[in-house]
Structures are given as structure tokens and as C-alpha cells.
């Protein structure tokens, strides 16, 4: 009997003049910018740039105007595209009594929080979480009481289920320590490796952007250049952003 075949992810985004409008003006200004699947994308740019609300606009989470089409491996529109999204922070009231548990376990199951997950939710909670490189000793914990690098294990895997056609990450280690930092990237860049996702990953770290990404972008308000990470990297944009020109 043949051993069932691994999810592949053939997802490509293509996004097109996609504006964004604010009663105090412009945020984005017509973004054309495509992401291939398999690329990891690092969008990087100075603070309010508006990196932020480009993936806001992709997770359907503010209004613009454009188009953003999403294409499988065949050229064909993908109607109904599963993106999953970890964000910088997690707002949340850190005395709650719910556990990752219950986080996970609530995402694949119509029953209340309060209820408990059934064993099948948990033992797929638990999966999700060795994937992620995280222990099933997680479930119980409470959210409040989890670590920079453990939560960010327990958001990646709440991301991952259902497995996304489209993987976004707002700064995602912004709250990481530094060997989490490294653990995590890895782990991005293998299921990137599994299932052949595109990732737009947003960054302030120009040495994650040149060691994990595949390609890159500068965002100010609208595309400045897009490139290999070594060409981004050495554009005058760059150099101007992040004053590296007087280093």
C-alpha cells in the first residue's frame, strides 16, 4: 500500500494596485507585489510604512481598494484561500483562565471554550504542537503564563491549522529570546520546505531577512523595489531607511 501523499501547498499571490485610505489620508498607495509559493517574502520598512495593515488588507481585516488573486500551481483561481496569520502580540487578559489548550482545541471544534476540547481536538492540538517543535505539556499551561518563545509556538500552530495557502508573520519573535529566535525561523523554513507555502514575513532584523528569506521588498506606503534579499539589501531605499550609508 502507498504511503499517503504530503499536502503540497501551489499558492501564488498576485496583488494589484490594492490602496488603502484613512480619514487622515493615504496608508497605502496602489501595492503591486506578488508572492510566489515557496518564497519566503520579507517585507521590511520603516515604522508606519504600513506593513501592518498590507497583511491586515490580505486577512480581510481592513477595506481597500485593488485586487489580490490567489492562483494554484496550474494558473487557476483559488476562491477561497486558508491564510494563517502570527501576529506581533497577542492582546489578551493574561489573568484568563484559558489555557493553549483550549486555544487550539477551539479552532477545530464547534464546541464552547468552557466545555473542554474532545480527546480527538486535543490529540490534534498536541500533533499541531510537535510539529511546531512544542511539547504537549503546552496544552495545560495558561496563555498568561507561557513564554515569549512559547507562545509564538502555540500562535504558529494555531496558524497551521487548517495548513494555509498563504503564511503571514507580523514580527513574529519581537517578544523571542535570541535561541528562540534561530528555533523558529528553522522551523518556519522547513514547513516552507514541507508544504511549499509562499510566507510574507515582516521584519526590522536585516540579518533574519538575509538568512531566511527568499526574497525581499521595501514597503513605504507603496513598493519601492523588490529583489533578492542581497539586492534589496544594498538598495539605496535600504541604505536610506536604516541609515547604513554613514556605517
Not at 80 to 89: A, D, E, N, T
Not at 156 to 167: C, E, K, R, T
Request: glycine fraction near 10%; hydrophobic fraction near 40%.
Amino acid at each position: 500500500m502507498e504511503a499517503s501523499a504530503k499536502p503540497v501547498c501551489h499558492c501564488s499571490v498576485e496583488i494589484r494596485g490594492l490602496t488603502v485610505k484613512k480619514h487622515d489620508g493615504v496608508i497605502l498607495d496602489h501595492i503591486d507585489l506578488d508572492v510566489h509559493h515557496g518564497e519566503i517574502l520579507a517585507l521590511i520598512g520603516r515604522n508606519g510604512a504600513g506593513k501592518t495593515t498590507l497583511l491586515k488588507a490580505l486577512l480581510g481585516r481592513c477595506a481597500y481598494t485593488g485586487q489580490v488573486c490567489y492562483r494554484n500551481g496550474q494558473g487557476q483561481t483559488v476562491e477561497k484561500p486558508r491564510i494563517g496569520y502570527v501576529p506581533q502580540r497577542l492582546d489578551f487578559d493574561r489573568s484568563a483562565p484559558i489555557t493553549a489548550g483550549d486555544l487550539l482545541c477551539a479552532n477545530s471544534s464547534r464546541r464552547p471554550v468552557w466545555l473542554g476540547g474532545s480527546r480527538q481536538a486535543k490529540e490534534k492540538a498536541a500533533a499541531m504542537l510537535q510539529k511546531v517543535g512544542g511539547s504537549a505539556d503546552l496544552l495545560s499551561k495558561r496563555l498568561g503564563t507561557l513564554s515569549g518563545g512559547e507562545l509564538q509556538r502555540v500562535l504558529l500552530a494555531f496558524a497551521l491549522d487548517p495548513m494555509p495557502d498563504l503564511l503571514l508573520l507580523d514580527e513574529p519573535v519581537s517578544a523571542v529570546d535570541r535561541k528562540g529566535i534561530g528555533l523558529f525561523y528553522d522551523l518556519v523554513t522547513s514547513l516552507r520546505s514541507e508544504y511549499h507555502m509562499p510566507i510574507i514575513l515582516v521584519s526590522h532584523d536585516l540579518s533574519h531577512v538575509r538568512r531566511y528569506a527568499t526574497v525581499a521588498a521595501v514597503l513605504e506606503k507603496t513598493i519601492l523595489c523588490r529583489g533578492t534579499p542581497e539586492e534589496v539589501l544594498a538598495s539605496p531605499e535600504v541604505q536610506e531607511i536604516f541609515g547604513l550609508g554613514d556605517a
